[in-house]
């Protein structure tokens, strides 16, 4: 019998009732090290008291009302994220998925309104993952997620990672953009290297086309800048964002500048939920924690104290694991032994991480983890890389 939580989910036997900053509370008392904030989600950890604040405070005057009227946090927000980023624009969903959807339909309107409606070809990379919706599957183009869900929305083509003489050959006069994450998250935690993004702006600048990031899992000072692509000096002419945007609360964005997004007018794109009150004043906290130089040199420096600290692991267990990958606090072990393996062995340390593509397991803490937990967490690391060394 089909259970009444349709099973699409591998779960661990855990569950959490609690969150405190770096650390969950599972129903049984004991206390995880959370290194995976909720897939790179809980951004300033859990039940910070600036969002629990801003949360309540909202939640006591109104709830919801649509975007059939103004909504002034909305607004608030919007602006906040100009005045901070390459963008004009803004258009809030409650998801990554949803920000891929409306990248998508606004590429292809852009041109479509510039009348060339043959331009409607995205391009898009192995290993990608942009989102489980039609579109966002069909951008990623991998058996995994694509098998049984045909016929795949089409106008999509999917070249290897890292092959510069593919893309140019790929470019035609039907392509209308460019889909990339600068640094890929379920893919194994591969961070484009400057150069190619830099390479990948000339080239959509030479070829009239668009270029489009997904910076939903490295966005949002995860990288140690507000943006991942900010560390090569471009912007993009759409950026999809959500998971950290929100600190734990469901909140997602597109951005974008006016010469991308003039074609979407009134009646083209829309939202039931997406802005609401509650989403955007926990949005306003975030951003008044995150987007500063001090905030972020923080995190700078958490990165490398906690590179530091996996590097020496990986030294020690060159059985378990092979080399430490990433950017910021977006970091990865690319493992010898099985991943699940080591990820299970960290669950019995009452410690959470993620696993990835290419046998990767994922650490994506709290960008304000403290220098006590990030030492734990790896003394933790440490514990269970030795029971996998020797079971």
Same mark, same amino acid.
């Given at each position: 019998?089909?259970?009444s939580i349709l099973p699409t989910y591998n779960r661990a036997p855990l569950?959490?009732?609690?969150?405190?900053?770096?650390?969950?509370?599972?129903?049984?008392?004991?206390?995880?090290?959370?290194?995976?904030?909720?897939? &790179?989600?809980?951004?300033?950890?859990?039940?910070?008291? &600036?969002?629990?604040?801003?949360?309540? &405070? +909202?939640? +006591?005057?109104?709830?919801?009302?649509?975007?059939?009227?103004?909504?002034?946090?909305? +607004?608030?927000?919007?602006?906040?994220?100009?005045?901070?980023?390459?963008?004009?624009?803004?258009?809030?969903?409650?998801?990554?998925?949803?920000?891929?959807?409306?990248?998508?339909?606004?590429?292809?309107?852009?041109?479509?309104?510039?009348? +060339?409606?043959?331009?409607?070809?995205?391009?898009? =990379?192995?290993?990608? =993952?942009?989102?489980?919706?039609?579109?966002?599957?069909?951008?990623?183009?991998?058996?995994?997620?694509?098998?049984?869900?045909?016929?795949?929305?089409?106008?999509?083509?999917?070249?290897?990672?890292?092959? $510069?003489?593919?893309?140019?050959?790929?470019?035609t006069d039907t392509t209308a953009a460019i889909l990339i994450e600068p640094?890929?998250?379920?893919?194994?935690?591969?961070?484009?290297?400057?150069?190619?993004?830099?390479?990948?702006?000339? %080239?959509?600048?030479?070829?009239?086309?668009?270029?489009?990031?997904?910076?939903?899992?490295?966005?949002?000072?995860?990288?140690?800048?507000?943006?991942?692509?900010?560390?090569?000096?471009?912007?993009?002419?759409?950026?999809?964002?959500?998971?950290?945007?929100?600190?734990?609360?469901?909140?997602?964005?597109?951005?974008?500048?006016?010469?991308?997004?003039?074609?979407?007018?009134?009646?083209?794109?829309?939202?039931?939920?997406?802005?609401?009150?509650?989403?955007?004043?926990?949005?306003?906290?975030?951003?008044?924690?995150?987007?500063?130089?001090?905030? %972020?040199?923080?995190?700078?420096?958490?990165?490398?104290?906690?590179?530091?600290?996996?590097?020496?692991?990986?030294?020690? $267990?060159?059985?378990?694991?092979?080399?430490?990958?990433?950017?910021?606090?977006?970091?990865?072990?690319?493992?010898?032994?099985?991943?699940?393996?080591?990820?299970?062995?960290?669950?019995?340390?009452?410690?959470?991480?993620?696993?990835?593509?290419?046998?990767?397991?994922?650490? %994506?803490?709290?960008?304000?983890?403290?220098?006590?937990?990030?030492?734990?967490?790896?003394?933790? %690391?440490?514990?269970? &890389?030795?029971?996998?060394?020797?079971?």
């Open positions: 019998m089909i259970p569950t959490f009732v609690k969150g405190e900053g770096s650390w969950l509370i599972e129903a049984d008392g004991r206390r995880f090290l959370d290194m995976g904030a909720g897939i &790179a989600v809980n951004a300033l950890g859990h039940a910070h008291p &600036a969002l629990v604040a801003a949360l309540t &405070a +909202q939640a +006591q005057d109104l709830w919801h009302t649509s975007n059939l009227y103004n909504i002034p946090a909305q +607004q608030d927000l919007a602006d906040r994220l100009v005045e901070a980023t390459f963008a004009d624009t803004v258009f809030f969903t409650n998801s990554g998925t949803e920000a891929c959807e409306l990248a998508v339909k606004m590429a292809r309107r852009h041109f479509f309104d510039a009348g +060339q409606p043959e331009r409607t070809d995205i391009i898009a =990379f192995e290993g990608s =993952f942009h989102g489980r919706s039609a579109a966002a599957i069909a951008a990623a183009g991998s058996e995994k997620m694509t098998t049984g869900f045909g016929p795949l929305l089409p106008g999509f083509v999917h070249l290897p990672w890292g092959n $510069h003489d593919a893309l140019h050959a790929a470019i640094v890929q998250g379920e893919g194994g935690i591969r961070p484009l290297p400057d150069v190619c993004l830099k390479g990948l702006r000339d %080239l959509c600048d030479e070829r009239g086309i668009l270029l489009i990031l997904d910076e939903v899992q490295c966005g949002m000072g995860r990288t140690g800048r507000l943006f991942a692509h900010e560390w090569a000096g471009v912007a993009p002419d759409i950026m999809m964002v959500a998971k950290g945007i929100g600190g734990g609360f469901p909140l997602g964005a597109v951005l974008a500048t006016e010469h991308a997004a003039s074609a979407m007018v009134a009646g083209t794109h829309g939202s039931t939920y997406g802005g609401n009150p509650l989403a955007c004043a926990v949005g306003l906290a975030v951003m008044d924690e995150i987007v500063n130089e001090e905030f %972020l040199d923080d995190v700078r420096a958490r990165a490398g104290n906690m590179r530091q600290r996996l590097e020496a692991l990986v030294a020690g $267990h060159p059985d378990v694991f092979e080399e430490v990958r990433g950017s910021g606090l977006m970091l990865g072990l690319k493992c010898k032994a099985p991943n699940l393996d080591v990820l299970n062995a960290c669950y019995d340390q009452m410690l959470c991480a993620v696993p990835a593509a290419d046998n990767v397991l994922r650490l %994506l803490p709290p960008l304000n983890i403290t220098e006590a937990d990030m030492a734990e967490a790896c003394a933790r %690391l440490g514990r269970a &890389a030795e029971a996998v060394s020797s079971s």
